[in-house]
């Protein structure tokens, strides 16, 4: 019993029935409209004359429905006022060939059945509320009179009427909790997403992810190498700062291109997470990317090798030849080998092989293992543990193959293979 009149004390089954009985309102002035053509017409018989406007009424409230700001406004009061679970509607317009384009009779039918509800609702309503005033006391000289089956009751006043307004009351509110169960009911089925906006909200979100995961795989690469190359050339430039100043300052060097290296990186990326904050606004463009590609290994060998690591280049082909996406995913899975081999390495001679063949170009990193390295250098570097799964990833988006594990008892091999397409 007390479960049953939960729905009576609730706030929101009032909220609900204001917001119908608000649409009811804001349907008047369209009535105003529906009338001209029964007074145009005014020889037609009451009957037809009743049906004209009240087709010319629904007509006029669909049209409003159709409107896509309509729909915003209703989306936005039925998440306030009905507290139901409704997405934004995508802002982008579909073309009209498409089947989202025929279903935007959805929101016209539920804003006709929103009207009727409203109107429905405070005409029963109200009629309860001014029976359960007007009973108590005789007030008005009322008098409540039914009949039912052939029988016929009235009441005229002492205790029954106050118990027939307290009936009165009971079923208005009874009414305000159908209104608002109706509404609640059907604003998911009409003013919900569509199959079509589903698809395009799943979409984004994917579109979003994967934007998200190029993000990460940039910084992992290009941050995570540079920390730890500077790292380890600090510790260098620490030890030679009295034994040899000259390999001392160049290791310094090292670290300033290595850290400007970076913050091109770290620009680049806070650029993009700019981007579509600042093409809403119409103001500003994101950072133009960091273009590197196989044409910089050789610097970045360079400062690898201000680490104290000894790193041999082996290469065959011409890989300048190779271009675009591909030149730059080789640029980024040759440093995340260096910066393993750097991490996780014993301290000796790092090989890098780059063979740019006429259908594949083929990458290798190959270090040692196991032993203790040859300075008082750091070794114990903080690791994510995406870096091989990211280089993975990349490489399958690539069509490449990707393999990565000893190779011996003392060494440790990074390989990948790209199909390519040498440019003339």
Known sequence: MIKALRPLLRRSTYAGALFAYAAALASLPLLSFAL??????????????????????????????????????????????????????????????????????????????????GWTGALASGLLLFLALALPGGWLRAELAFSMFGRSARVTGGWQSWAEALGCLLLAAVVCVLVTRA???????????????????????????????????????SIGHTLTTTTIQAAVAGELMSTDPVAARAALRSIEESARAALEDLDYVLGVLREREAEKAGTGTAAAAPIRTLADLPELLERVRHTGAVVEWERSGDPARVRGTLSRAAYRIVQEGLTNAVRHGSGGPITVRVAAGPDALELAVVNETGAAPRTGRPRAFPTSGHGLPGLAERVRLLHGEFDAGPDGPRRWRLAVRLPVRLSA
């Open 183 to 221: 509404l609640r009911w059907s604003a998911p089925k009409l003013l919900g997403p569509s199959t079509a906006e589903r698809l395009a909200l799943a979409a984004e979100r994917e579109r979003l992810l994967a934007e998200r995961n190029r993000l990460a795989h940039e910084l992992h690469d």
């Open 36 to 117: 001209l053509p029964a007074l145009a017409w005014r020889s037609a018989p009451e009957g037809v004359l009743f049906a004209v406007v009240l087709v010319v009424w629904a007509a006029l409230i669909a049209l409003v429905g159709l409107a896509r700001t309509t729909r915003r406004v209703l989306i936005l009061a039925a998440r306030r006022l009905l507290y139901v679970v409704l997405p934004a509607p995508s802002a982008a317009r579909p073309p009209r060939t498409s089947p989202e384009a025929g279903q935007r009779w959805r929101t016209p039918l539920w804003l006709l059945l929103h009207v009727t509800l």
